[in-house]
Nanobody, 113 residues
Framework: QVQLVESGGGMVQAGGSLRLSCTAS????????MAWYRQAPGKERERVAM???????SYANAVKDRFTISRDNAKNTVYLQLNNLQPEDDAVYYC???????WGQGTQVTVSS
């Protein structure tokens, strides 16, 4: 099974930025639909953004115009740029690969007001 390893989480003040990375093992990354999800304490996991093999993207309304998903197929990596972070963005962020239902271990994003 594909392994997904996330990095880039941390603690920032409201209005700050972070960039999350997710690197996948295997050799079929360029064909994979990838996504970022997040889960806040006491809440269900929700999809934040997704990107298709050709680079088509979609976003949750709550993060549109603030977050940007991108991919580098040469590096088997998908990114999530988080700008203008707000306390409501505080959550564990997970990378997900649709092709084989693989999840990363998650990376914590903490936003202080």
């Amino acid at each position: 099974q594909v392994q997904l390893v996330e990095s880039g989480g941390g603690m920032v003040q409201a209005g700050g930025s972070l960039r999350l990375s997710c690197t996948a093992s295997g050799d079929t990354f360029e064909k994979a639909m990838m996504a970022w999800y997040r889960q806040a304490p006491g809440k269900e996991r929700e999809r934040v953004a997704m990107i298709g093999p050709g680079g088509t993207t979609s976003y949750a309304n709550a993060v549109k115009d603030r977050f940007t998903i991108s991919r580098d197929n040469a590096k088997n990596t998908v990114y999530l740029q988080l700008n203008n972070l707000q306390p409501e963005d505080d959550a564990v962020y997970y990378c997900y690969r649709y092709n084989d239902n693989s999840w990363g271990q998650g990376t914590q994003v903490t936003v202080s007001s």
